[in-house]
């Protein structure tokens, strides 16, 4: 058995080192995905501190543990004895205690500033935007007000780089949770409330959209993308979507639907369909929901549209209801729905 002060010595060195290479390996890990908001930057740093902070007192603790188990374990023989009585050590109870307790309100202090610096409204001049999110099982959508007109809405997000956006979310029917992982910001969508939540992306890209609250049983597939353009890309998506949304494929004068107007509504972000059904003519290949080539095949136009306003009266083999939004049959126009139908039952007819 090693005693006195120089085992001391050597354990407090190995703990050291042990520490040192244990912080730089995490540092090392990338733990995140890309961090596309000016919010992910003090966000990233506070975990990196989080890190450095709690490994030495892991370390720490497991050493205690392991040095405690081995020097000190019960030895043959030793069966029936009792360790010796234990009293109280004012000295070392101060000490355990404080310590902790200075690292704990040191940290929770520093996270007080951290989420005092990321929620923070910014400069009036910054042109704060506002993104009105709304939940629903199982999917996300966005509006955009604009003044004086009718806002622009979408089933995918885009932004423009370097403008701080509110986002204001809602819930149609259940709890949800608003995540884009790259922009490290995540919030509940509760029903009867609405929560807010900022963000300014600052990186080019495209980032997952995710719920991050357990909903029901299509919550997997509640995922979209937020699109970071450029602010000139930004303008010319949202007054493509304010002319889309005057004139919608199919709702042109006349209303004659087309096959070539469903198809396009059938390939719309808007939609997505493809993001869930495989169709051979769209090329799209999702597997959440049945391949519409073979369940649709040879349907009447009747079917299929049912199969879209009320997706839950048939359910394919194999998949189950209620993970098709139910409010296809308000987001689609008469005559969106007609080209619709007409298109599917063309590409799926036998
Ligand atoms: Cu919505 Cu999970």
Redesign the pocket.
Known sequence: MRRGKRALAELVAIGLVVSALGIALALAIDWFPAAASTQAGPIDTFWDVLLIVSIPIFVLVSTVVAVAATEFRMRPGQETQDGPPIHGNTRLEIIWTAIPSLIIAALVIYAYLVLHEIEKAPAKSAGEMLVKVT?E??TWHFEYPQAGGQAVKSDQLYLPVDRPVRFEIVSKDVL??FWVPAFRMKIDAVPGITTKLRVTPKRLGRYPVV??????LG?AF?RQTAHVLPAAGFDAWLSKQKAAGAAAPGAAAGGGATAADGKALFASTDLGCGACHKLADAGTAGTTGPDLGQVLAGQSAAAIRESIVAPDKAIAKGFAKGVMPQDYGTRLSPQQLDALVKYLQEVTAK
């Open positions: 939940g099982q199982f949800h949770s719920c991050a609250e357990l909903c029901g919550h509640m």
